[in-house]
């Protein structure tokens, strides 16, 4: 009996070793394919400085990422008087309490209007990690991106003026901007812009996935791996690569066109190229694509190795790759809603 137990207690160790054999040569293979987790602790807090850095968030003002700038981007985000009515908010479309997105399949904005080219509205959550923002790629860092929505007539509807005659008529934002940037602080639509950016930079979710990568073998299921391995195989790093799984422009209907390409009026750049969402967080930012026809994620997968890599992707491949997208959601930063400053009798009044 004790021969058998020892045995027995061989072959398991036998079997674990190899399963965490296997799990570090996976872990490799993610890498050569060009994955890469998020960065951790002063490493992520580098990168973000340097992003701001890079992209002149802030131009003239130093230092940048500051607590005092970050708190003060994150009122602006959740202010909905920075739009013309009032109503919206950068957190209407992209709800950070619903993955950093809004669930509908094209974004609603002024007057209830839906957006006229029926886009979805991407999740904010890792933006910083794109190389570029909007579908159509237009805006190179978020600072731009942040001015985009604000002026849009569909959207918020507000102009530069308008915001920052807002902004301005409000004492407490006024001097929450000198505690920012200086007492000699101008406040200007760039530089509003540019402070929703910061607090953008900050909404990063790292997760199990990143674990993983980072060199802990237990941290995805054997599911998720084969999964993780099938989605390697198939091809799929080709575009969803890098720490945000996309983030880049790529040619979009490769081998045949997309199923439901004429709903709306998208067709990308002037180059046919559409920005790559990002897949971390996807269990929860459905539907799915640029106008958002998918909502079961099993579906767009099988939909993307159609169009985009001429290949089947079975029932079975389907839902161990939605396996491994499950991996893929991570932990949010704690946001406490803010208490807005209140308006004064010289703010402009709401307009619909």
């Known amino acids: 009996m004790k021969k058998l137990a020892l045995t027995g207690s061989i072959i398991a160790f036998c079997a674990i070793s190899a399963f965490g054999a296997t799990n ?9 394919a060009g994955l890469e987790p998020i960065p951790s602790g002063k490493a992520l807090r ?40 009032n109503l919206i908010s950068c957190n ?18 002024a007057k209830w209007q839906a957006n006229p080219h029926h886009l979805n509205s991407p999740t904010v959550f890792n933006s910083v990690f794109n190389s570029v923002q909007f579908w159509d790629g237009r805006a ?13 007539p569909v959207e918020m509807a507000a102009a530069p003026k308008l915001v920052v005659e807002k902004i301005t008529s409000i004492p407490a934002y006024v001097d929450e901007f000198k505690k920012a940037y200086g007492s000699k602080v101008k406040i200007d639509f760039k530089l509003i812009a540019d402070t929703i950016a910061m607090f953008e930079e900050t909404l990063v979710t790292p997760s199990r996935y ?20 099938i989605f390697i195989d198939k091809g799929c790093t080709a575009c969803h690569n890098g720490i945000n799984l996309g983030g880049t422009m790529q040619p979009f209907g490769v081998v045949k066109p997309y199923k439901f390409a004429n709903v709306g ?24 694509f640029h106008n958002g026809q998918y909502w079961d994620v ?6 993307m190795g159609a169009i985009q890599l001429g290949i089947t992707i079975n029932n079975d491949e389907a839902k161990k790759i939605q396996a491994f997208f499950e991996s893929l959601t991570g932990t949010k930063p704690q946001i406490i809603y803010p208490v807005l400053p209140p308006v004064t009798d010289k703010t402009p009044k709401p307009s619909f």
């Open 24 to 32: 570090q040569a996976l872990i490799q293979k993610a890498k050569e």
């Open 46 to 85: 580098d990168y973000q400085l340097q992003k701001a850095k890079d992209t002149n968030l802030a131009t003239g003002y130093s230092p940048k990422m500051t607590p005092a700038q970050i708190e003060l981007g994150k009122k602006l985000y959740f202010d909905p008087r920075i739009s013309s009515s």
């Open 92 to 109: 209407t479309c992209h709800n950070l309490a619903l993955g950093g997105a809004d669930i509908v399949p094209a974004a609603i904005g």
């Open 140 to 152: 190179q860092h978020l600072g731009d991106q942040a001015q985009g929505p604000i002026q849009n």
């Open 210 to 229: 990143d674990d993983f990568l980072n060199g802990n073998p237990k941290a995805l299921s054997i599911e998720e791996q084969e999964g993780l391995d």
């Open 265 to 288: 009026d998208f067709k990308g750049d002037e180059n046919g190229m559409v920005k790559v969402p990002t897949l971390r967080n996807i269990a929860e930012t459905m539907p799915y």
């Open 298 to 303: 099993k579906d767009a997968i099988k939909e």
